[in-house]
């Protein structure tokens, strides 16, 4: 068990690009969550998931936003059409037992 | 929109002071109240998170002392060390589980050996 694993760790793109984010979450664990945290925030939260169904989505998750997580294991999270607001830290974690485990993060800029 | 009001924004503590980080939240789905530490690069981790059938719940350094009527919560950190100097998080959750969490927005800890 090596905890939650996020990938890429960094990514640049330009605007109007797609860009896509992988978890793997650790293993077990039935629910899976989505945040993104901008520099000097707390991480705001963006969506969940128990097992392979998607139970709640932010206000936040515009429909430039999508996620999955097909055969409830590992999850993605793409955004298309990427603007200069969308730069930040994606964080992913995933849940069991009360307690929250976060990945390192995907930081995204946006040019 | 819930709100989590987090202060001070920054503190600067001596080696071996106590560290005070207070909360303030307006409602709450569920009665659980975490506290993240977050390094640079590095996503939160749970420290220490109380579920208010208590008022006060202590792990080695780390006490929550938690007011219901007040709807505050606060973290303390006794003999603070410079390992403990970070970002630090309380968030409180508003939705349908426990996780779906409305964070503060950070207090950073700085101690000086």
């Known amino acids: 068990d090596t905890g939650v694993s996020q990938n890429p760790r960094h990514k640049i793109t330009k605007r109007g690009q797609n860009v896509t984010f992988r978890c793997d979450p650790i293993s077990e664990h039935n629910r899976l969550y989505w945040y993104r945290q901008t520099l000097g925030q707390g991480p705001e939260f963006l969506t969940y998931f128990q097992n392979e169904a998607q139970l709640e989505k932010s206000r936040l998750l515009s429909d430039r936003f999508s996620a999955e997580r097909p055969k409830g294991s590992f999850s993605t999270l793409e955004i298309q059409r990427t603007e200069q607001g969308d730069s930040a830290m994606y964080l992913c974690?995933?849940?069991?037992?009360?307690?929250?485990?976060f990945g390192s993060g995907t930081q995204l800029s946006v040019l | 929109q819930q709100q989590v009001k987090q202060s001070p924004q920054s503190l600067i503590v001596q080696k071996g002071g106590i560290s005070i980080i207070n909360c303030a939240y307006e409602n709450t789905a569920f009665d659980y109240f975490p506290w993240y530490q977050q390094f640079p690069g590095k996503g939160p981790a749970l420290l220490i998170a109380?579920?208010?059938d208590v008022s006060e719940k202590k792990e080695g350094r780390f006490t929550i002392s938690f007011n219901k009527s007040a709807k505050q919560f606060s973290l303390h950190i006794i003999d603070s060390q410079p390992g403990d100097s970070a970002t630090y998080f309380c968030?409180?959750?508003?939705?349908?589980?426990?996780?779906?969490?409305?964070w503060g927005a950070g207090t950073k800890l700085i101690i000086k050996p």
């Open positions: 974690a995933s849940s069991y037992r009360g307690k929250l485990f």
């Open positions: 968030a409180a959750p508003f939705g349908g589980s426990n996780y779906q969490l409305i």
């Open positions: 109380i579920r208010p």
